[in-house]
């Protein structure tokens, strides 16, 4: 069995306004010089498998069809 | 003229929805659950209702948009049948890819449930033919994620085709979407997806009727 993990992130440029207000937030708990916060995903997912780059292959493909909105959101496949 | 309504677990619009297309058809709109994998030929507009499918998991409207019966609403949208999408609707017309762009959390980060205005941008498409260029109809809204998002190219294409259909008017922006944003339709025009709610304004006892004409350009029906 293979575990992997799926990141999945805003693109640049794209509004974060719950990024925003967890920075604005983590100010007010007096942490300072926080910069830029993006909140993102994350997908743990088991794939019963041996072959690394098959499953590689088919978590791009999970990613692109459900797991991200590829037109607001990127997505990193990490194969642990 | 004859609607059909698709039904998802977790909408809870799709009664307003039957109630304003009986009104406006005088016959009940066909309802067709998500598991269906094809929509009858005399079908002429297919409605996706409002609502929180699947509780907005993952990405609002993302599994609906996976769902059976949303192949069965793109294999339609294709042939040229109208098809519209309201709140959740939109939401997952978008995630089918049938509309450009994306639908974010609002910029207030609060749900708003409220009456806003709404500028008829664009009268010459087959939702809005009733209503005349620039009116100002009223609409209710209630959503936590209807803040429109197109990169510049996608915005660019959509206001240099025309496409989109309503703007928020008068500072009545209820979520920050861009180019104030409220409905947007399809390069083809004809579907149309919209965050606001005119399936709630369509008869007197409503408190207006600002709504029926969507409706009513939709079906070809010429108002009474």
Redesign the interface.
Same mark, same amino acid.
């Given at each position: 069995m293979i575990k992997a993990r799926v990141t999945v992130t805003l693109k640049n440029? &794209?509004?974060d306004?719950?990024g925003k207000?967890i920075g604005h937030a983590l100010d007010g708990l007096g942490f300072s010089g926080v910069g830029l916060v993006r909140q993102g995903k994350v997908f743990d997912i088991e794939l019963e498998t041996s072959d690394r780059a098959a499953a590689e292959a088919e978590l791009k493909a999970m990613s692109e069809? @459900? @797991?991200a909105?590829t &037109?607001?959101e990127d997505f990193s496949v990490e194969v642990i | 003229m004859k609607a059909a309504v698709i039904l998802l677990p977790g909408l809870n619009r799709d009664r307003d929805m039957i109630a304003a297309l009986t009104a406006v058809c005088g016959t009940p709109p066909l309802t067709v659950w998500q598991t269906e994998t094809s929509i009858p030929d005399d079908i002429d507009l297919i409605v996706v209702p409002g609502g929180f499918s699947y509780g907005d998991y993952l990405r609002c409207g993302a599994i609906a948009a996976r769902m059976p019966v949303m192949q069965a609403v793109r294999a339609k949208a294709e042939k040229g049948v109208r098809v519209i999408g309201v709140c959740n609707g939109f939401q997952i017309l978008l995630e089918c890819g049938l509309l450009p762009g994306a639908l974010m959390r609002n910029a207030s980060l609060k749900f708003v449930c409220r009456e806003v205005l709404l500028e008829v941008t664009n009268a010459q498409t087959a939702f809005t033919r009733s209503y005349s260029q620039g009116q100002i109809i009223r609409c209710p809204v209630a959503h936590h994620d209807g803040n429109y998002f197109a990169d510049p190219q996608t915005l660019a294409a959509l206001e240099n085709n025309d496409q989109v259909a309503f703007r928020y008017a008068r500072g009545t922006n209820p979520n920050g979407s861009i180019n104030d944003i409220a409905g947007i339709v399809n390069k083809q025009g004809n579907v149309l997806g919209m965050m606001p709610h005119p399936e709630n304004l369509i008869e007197a006892a409503h408190g207006g009727v600002d709504g029926r004409g969507l409706f009513e350009s939709a079906l070809g029906v010429v108002s009474a």
């Open positions: 440029g &794209v509004l306004p719950q207000a069809k @459900l @797991l909105n &037109v607001i | -």
